[in-house]
């Protein structure tokens, strides 16, 4: 469902969603299963309860009845107002973006339904391995285009929690095309140039790999974001960064930074 002002513009989105039980698995993840939301009503625009919407949000029964249910079980549905709509790589967007997108839920926009992590890579969830990865884009204003060499930069990622001690590659590539962290998901993301910068490390799965930092030499890319699409060198438009993870990998982000 959207919600619209005068001028037709979307001012926010509700719809979808998920929900999960209070059980663990071996990565520190619930039961999951989506929500559905179906609009029932919605008042005349004049008169008692105008300006109200009836709608029925709902879990699959056989999910919820089932033996290996943890309850208690909350229900989470999507919902995107406001700012949440300027995280976007398109032209003219301020300050940065991140979200991530998963397979196990492929239609929900993760990036507002589970804003406070970053994942990437292969997890049991639900009884099957499924892969998620990470978005990331930083506005680098009159740097994008500007053809100017650069000498240095690199991204950092604080590695909060992985599948085990066992180092998997990290890949991070240029993002090809736009994506808005309000409503990008698995079926919509970016994909990747095809020229990422690997890294294997797993932290903060136990004492003996803590979480910490780990950093990308992410020049090249960055090179080409200042290189443009205009210029006399081969470039690309800053669509921000695509983040996976090898084989089950699994990593939680926490905070990144682009330097």
């Known amino acids: 469902m959207e919600f619209v002002d005068s001028t037709g513009t979307v001012i926010a989105t509700y719809g979808g969603g998920k929900a999960y039980d209070s059980s663990s698995n071996e990565v520190g993840e619930p039961a999951t299963a989506p929500v559905a939301t179906r609009l029932l009503a919605v008042a005349p625009a004049t008169g008692a309860g105008r300006g109200t919407a009836t709608v029925e949000v709902s879990v699959d029964p056989t999910w919820v009845g089932d033996n290996a249910r943890v309850f208690p079980v909350t229900i989470d549905p999507h919902i995107a107002t406001g700012s949440g709509f300027s995280g ?12 991530y997108v998963d397979e196990a839920f492929p239609t929900t926009a993760e990036g507002v339904q589970d804003a406070n992590r970053l994942l990437m890579g292969v997890r049991p969830i639900n009884g099957a391995n499924k892969n998620s990865a990470t978005l990331l884009y930083f506005n680098l204003g009159d740097l994008v285009g500007s053809e100017n060499t ?52 797993a932290r903060g799965y136990s004492s ?21 699409t205009a210029g006399y060198y081969s470039g690309r438009a800053n669509n921000g960064f695509v983040l996976t993870a090898d084989g089950t990998g699994h990593h939680r982000l926490q905070a990144v930074q682009l330097r």
């Open 88 to 99: 976007t790589t398109a032209s003219g967007s301020t300050g940065s973006a991140d979200a």
């Open 208 to 228: 003996s790999c803590a979480a910490g930092s780990e950093s990308f030499d992410v020049r090249n890319i960055v090179q080409q974001w200042s290189n443009g």
């Open 150 to 201: 650069i000498t240095a930069a690199s991204l950092s990622l604080w590695n909060n929690y992985s599948y085990s001690c066992t180092a998997y590659g990290v890949r991070v590539d240029a993002a090809l095309t736009p994506w808005n962290a309000s409503t990008v998901t698995w079926n919509t993301g970016p994909q990747g140039a095809g020229t990422p910068v690997i890294r294997s490390f």
